[in-house]
């Protein structure tokens, strides 16, 4: 299989930058006091027998439906790779910039920036598509406790990373990556009026001088996953400590196990949610590409769900959550009621059991 990578600073590049994240707070509706580091976008790019696969993992907190499919629409009509195959991911921060989301209460659009996402993202891929080379993928798997947990029970959640490097066929040396968690990258809190890229992102930059580049955050399960049972600050100093403690355990996880990569075939999954509103439809997909199957849903999935998924998939899984559009938490029957997370959640209980069953058999089915 060919891979490709890019990156892509995404900071605004304007006299004024305006914050997402945290309804409702008046410090969204001025500007940010300043910028603490840059947010970026990181690509990578997958071909085989003519088949493509793009990701884009940015340093936002989501992407909303509808810039997503603008996206796949334009990659789709300029360079001819699949709507299916486009995957546009976002870490979850709550402190980066909003002017891409045309619906975002604070009313902070601007459509020259939306316009130059939109052609960043075209010349990302682009990049990602010049540079990809034969390559070869080997995987490594470990529990890392400490940084964060389930934080509505205080207990252990999904504690597993994954990282999955690339490595050149013919030099054998590594290129590109991922890694795979499932944690909120939001750590600091409403006050923090810094644009910054929160945890994943400044995990990634720490990660680049032992990875030898910077890896794509995939945010996987992480609904009721984050540090706010073990934060010692709201600020981006909270932010800085603990992915300057993560970033060397993770650096430190071997990659040993070989994942055999071999053709791109998806599979789409969606699920009905009945609620007050009406009914609202959560698009899902499995894909495979060979001995690595993507679980990709726009949804906030609790822990145990992203556990499942790994554990009943038949080959070597990854989930890719917050992925083309956002819908809310998805979380365990049990947790039902104890948090804000779910008394007030568009998903009636134990749909988010429904749904996760059709991943799986989704899984299953491409083998």
């Known amino acids: 299989?060919?891979?490709?990578?890019?990156?892509?600073?995404?900071?605004?590049?304007?006299?004024?930058?305006?914050?997402?994240?945290?309804?409702?707070l008046e410090n969204r509706l001025h500007p940010a006091t300043g910028i603490y580091d840059d947010v970026f976008g990181n690509a990578l790019y997958f071909e085989d027998g003519g088949q493509e696969l793009f990701v884009l993992s940015c340093d936002?907190?989501?992407?909303?439906?509808?810039?997503?499919?603008?996206?796949?629409?334009?990659l789709h009509e300029r360079y001819g790779i699949s709507r299916d195959c486009v995957l546009l991911c976002a870490t979850h921060n709550h402190t980066t910039v909003v002017a891409y989301h045309r619906t975002w209460w604070t009313g902070k659009f601007e459509q020259a920036y939306f316009d130059w996402f939109m052609e960043t993202i075209c010349s990302a891929f682009e990049e990602a598509r010049a540079n990809a080379r034969p390559a070869t993928c080997r995987l490594g798997r470990q529990e890392i406790f400490g940084w964060y947990?389930?934080?509505?029970?205080?207990?252990?959640?999904?504690?597993?990373?994954?990282?999955?490097k690339f490595f050149d066929a013919a030099t054998g040396e590594p290129f590109a990556g991922l890694v795979n968690w499932a944690c909120h990258s939001a750590t600091c809190g409403p006050d923090e009026t810094r644009?910054?890229?929160?945890?994943?992102?400044?995990?990634?930059?720490?990660?680049?001088?032992?990875?030898?580049?910077?890896?794509?955050?995939?945010?996987?399960?992480?609904?009721?996953?984050?540090?706010?049972?073990?934060r010692q600050g709201r600020g981006v100093e909270e932010a800085e400590r603990i992915s300057s403690g993560i970033a060397p355990?993770?650096?430190?996880?071997?990659?040993?196990t070989e994942v055999p990569l071999g053709g791109i075939r998806v599979q789409t999954v969606h699920?009905?949610?009945?609620?007050?509103?009406?009914?609202?439809?959560?698009?899902?997909?499995?894909?495979?590409?060979?001995g690595l199957h993507l679980f990709v849903s726009p949804c906030e999935f609790g822990g145990k769900f992203g556990i499942q998924m790994r554990k009943e998939c038949p080959v070597e899984g990854l989930v890719f959550g917050y992925t083309n559009g956002y819908?809310?938490?998805?979380?365990?029957?049990?947790?039902?009621?104890l948090s804000f997370e779910t008394q007030k959640s568009m998903v009636p209980k134990g749909d988010p059991e429904i749904l996760v069953g059709k991943l799986i058999q989704a899984s299953q089915l491409l083998g």
């Open 249 to 256: 355990q993770i650096a430190a996880i071997p990659v040993e």
């Open 60 to 74: 936002f907190m989501e992407i909303d439906e509808d810039t997503a499919e603008d996206a796949k629409t334009l």
């Open 149 to 164: 947990n389930n934080r509505i029970t205080n207990e252990p959640a999904d504690q597993e990373v994954t990282v999955v």
């Open 327 to 337: 819908l809310e938490y998805w979380l365990p029957k049990e947790e039902y009621g």
């Open 195 to 230: 644009m910054n890229s929160e945890f994943a992102g400044m995990t990634s930059k720490k990660l680049e001088p032992a990875f030898g580049f910077f890896p794509a955050m995939i945010v996987g399960a992480a609904g009721d996953c984050s540090n706010r049972n073990t």
């Open 1 to 24: 299989m060919n891979i490709g990578h890019a990156r892509r600073c995404l900071t605004p590049q304007t006299d004024e930058v305006y914050l997402i994240g945290y309804r409702n």
């Open 271 to 290: 699920h009905i949610v009945h609620n007050e509103r009406g009914h609202e439809v959560a698009l899902c997909e499995v894909i495979s590409l060979g």
